[in-house]
């Protein structure tokens, strides 16, 4: 049987798509009211997902005391109230899209030491949300 | 293949205590969870089944007869209870999200003979659930 255990963080921040690859119209065109020079907000959710074997004393995969301060000092810290294309480093050069902010937050919380993490959902509304489990075994990136 | 999930919802009552910790030991892993009254939560439980609809019914399995299995196997066993002491199949273990997750999938996969289980998902709170699947080749190992 495999067990994951899950659990949902939030944050809440700005981001301005545009990309520096792009001239002011196709930046307006692709990315439409996103593109707003003074940039906009979201309330964002994130699930976390780990997977190991279940302490027999304990009864857990992970105690949530060490992922809840895990996730609160690699994600929650640095990205809630704040602008995320210019206060966070990675996002000077990549466009903070929800795609890319779910890969950013998996390659931070891919260094979790207690359990094996699974998969990363970000919530951008309660309308929108993506997934990523990183990239397969073997692959160049 | 079609999955459908069923939704149900108990209550339930438990605490974490570890009968080989000492008593400071239970409080520093266990946190709040060990307050020796116990404390609940309103759990919700997703169980999806796999399966190809029946040509002549349009079915993967009869809902109703799901419904029933559910009834049987976790409402009756664990609602309104205290889970350390009322449910034997909890007995000697923490009773963590993980592993009544466990248990309810061992309750339930022998029961689902039309399709087979393919995951149960239970949320302790809307923040915090676990998902058990089957290691797939049909057979579940037994920790």
Redesign the interface.
Same mark, same amino acid.
Request: glycine letters at 4%.
């Given at each position: @049987?495999?067990?994951? =255990?899950? *659990? *949902?963080?939030k944050f809440c921040a700005s981001h301005r798509l545009h990309s520096s690859q792009l001239g002011a119209e196709e930046n307006r065109r692709v990315y439409g009211k996103c593109n707003n020079p003074y940039g906009h907000g979201h309330n964002y959710v994130v699930e976390m997902?780990v997977s190991g074997p279940?302490d027999?004393?304990?009864? @857990?995969?992970a105690? =949530?005391?060490d992922l809840d301060s895990f996730v609160d000092r690699e994600v929650i810290e640095p990205f809630d109230h704040k602008y995320l294309n210019v206060e966070i480093e990675e996002f000077r050069d990549v466009v903070p899209t929800s795609e890319n902010i779910c890969i950013e937050i998996f390659n931070r919380l891919r260094k979790f030491p207690f359990a094996k993490l699974e998969r990363v959902r970000v919530e951008e509304t309660s309308l929108n949300s993506f997934e990523y489990t990183g990239e397969p075994v073997g692959s160049s990136r | 293949m079609v999955y459908l999930t069923r939704k149900i919802e108990f209550s339930a009552s438990h605490l974490y205590h570890n009968p080989a910790f000492s008593a400071e030991e239970n409080r520093r892993v266990f946190g709040k969870c060990n307050n020796p009254h116990g404390h609940g939560h309103n759990y919700v439980l997703e169980v999806t089944v796999a399966g190809e609809p029946n040509p002549a019914t349009g079915m993967v399995l009869d809902l109703k007869e799901l419904k029933e299995i559910l009834q049987r196997e976790v409402t009756d066993r664990m609602d309104h209870r205290f889970l350390n002491y009322e449910v034997p199949e909890l007995s000697g273990q923490i009773p963590t999200c993980e592993n009544i997750a466990a248990v309810i999938w061992r309750l339930l996969e022998p029961k689902i003979t039309q399709g087979s289980l393919h995951r149960v998902r239970l949320y302790e709170t809307p923040d915090l659930f676990v998902d058990c699947y089957g290691d797939g080749n049909g057979a579940v190992a037994l920790q």
């Open positions: @049987m495999k067990i994951h =255990l899950t *659990r *949902r963080y997902a279940v027999p004393a304990t009864g @857990m995969i105690n =949530l005391s | -």
